[in-house]
């Protein structure tokens, strides 16, 4: 029996490196209790995962002395919990940590009212994800601006990770992003990567037949030589242009995210969620192969966030990453490649082979 006391403090590689792998063994239990942290922390996620089949992946039992209306409206004060007290718990005492607390709203719901909380070390911010998922654009009125589709291909770099597709235009009368198709794949051969690759691009330009398509190719892991193999193949889908991010004379295809093209490309998405122009079309419009790709977008954004880890010299050092417990960040690294290249490509358009 492993049983995790305050688990939401847990170093996350505790539970990876040490617990996740005695789970492994036949008839071992494990026990987690904690106050909850932000929705960012691993033992939130680890309340929140779901099964395939989407049953939930641990048996989980929360205590929340505050209702759903008085949750979302932060309040310190929630009459209508009040029975739900437990025996060790003091209304009075309740209300000398409340005061402590008043100047740190989330602190309090997460310790006194048991609620999962949001945290700036979010990448991007909560309503305005939700605002952008809630408002999808109707297929029918899409014009794409300059007979353009930018499409976004992030190659697996091993591991857990998959290689994730995009698609999205500027929209010409609403000047909106719109997001049209996406997927991921776990990739494991030449052959899995040509059938993925094709597939995507034949869904889309059974909707979009000529629009040129500006493709975005990431080779960070899989080098040139991955880059140049999918050039190939979209090559057979043209009007096809293709992003170099190589200013030497080899201009060799794809891009390479380096931590400040991340960075920016993280602003440039969080511009267009806050400016709200930044949407998805219709569920049912949507290209995907995978009818949940889109819930996965979004959980994969609400999950993005800083880590901070601290450099031998004392100084910290900021990553943006959404990889954790069940949860990777492909789709997203997908997104802000989209963000940040369409638009280097409008401004700089001698990047386009």
Request: hydrophobic share 40%.
């Amino acid at each position: 029996m492993i049983i995790l006391e305050e688990a939401s403090r847990l170093d996350e590689a505790v539970f990876t490196e040490v617990c996740l792998p005695l789970l492994g063994v036949s008839n071992t239990s494990l026990i987690a209790i904690s106050t909850p942290l932000e929705q960012n922390n691993f033992f939130s996620q680890l309340l929140m995962s779901k099964k395939p089949n989407g049953a939930p992946l641990f048996k989980t039992i929360q205590i929340e002395l505050i209702c759903a209306a008085c949750k979302e409206l932060k309040l310190l004060d929630c009459p209508h919990m009040t029975s739900k007290l437990p025996s060790w718990k003091s209304a009075a005492r309740g209300e000398l940590v409340k005061t402590l607390m008043e100047n740190n709203k989330d602190m309090w719901l997460r310790e006194q009212a048991g609620v999962i909380t949001t945290r700036d070390t979010a990448a991007f911010d909560r309503a305005s994800v939700d605002f952008a998922f809630a408002n999808r654009f109707p297929f029918n009125l899409l014009v794409p601006q300059d007979d353009r589709m930018y499409v976004s291909i992030d190659p697996s770099g091993g591991g857990f990770s998959q290689t994730a597709c995009m698609a999205a235009c500027v929209d010409a009368s609403s000047k909106c992003v719109v997001v049209t198709a996406a997927d991921g794949c776990a990739v494991t051969s030449d052959e899995e990567l040509e059938v993925y690759i094709t597939g995507f691009l034949e869904s889309l330009r059974a909707k979009f037949p000529n629009v040129t398509l500006i493709i975005i190719i990431e080779r960070n892991f899989g080098g040139s030589v991955m880059a140049s193999r999918i050039a190939d193949l979209v090559a057979k889908y043209p009007p096809v242009r293709i992003v170099t991010g190589d200013s030497t004379t080899h201009r060799r295809v794809g891009v390479v995210t380096t931590d400040v093209v991340k960075e920016r490309g993280r602003v440039d998405v969080q511009r267009l969620l806050r400016t709200e122009a930044l949407r998805f079309t219709h569920d049912h419009e949507f290209i995907s192969g995978n009818a949940g790709i889109l819930q996965d977008l979004r959980e994969q954004m609400l999950n993005f966030k800083y880590i901070y880890t601290e450099r031998p010299n004392g100084s910290i050092k900021a990553a943006l990453s959404g990889k954790g417990f069940s949860k990777n960040d492909d789709l997203v690294m997908a997104m802000m490649l989209l963000a940040f290249w369409s638009a280097y490509s409008m401004t700089t358009p001698t990047c386009l082979l």
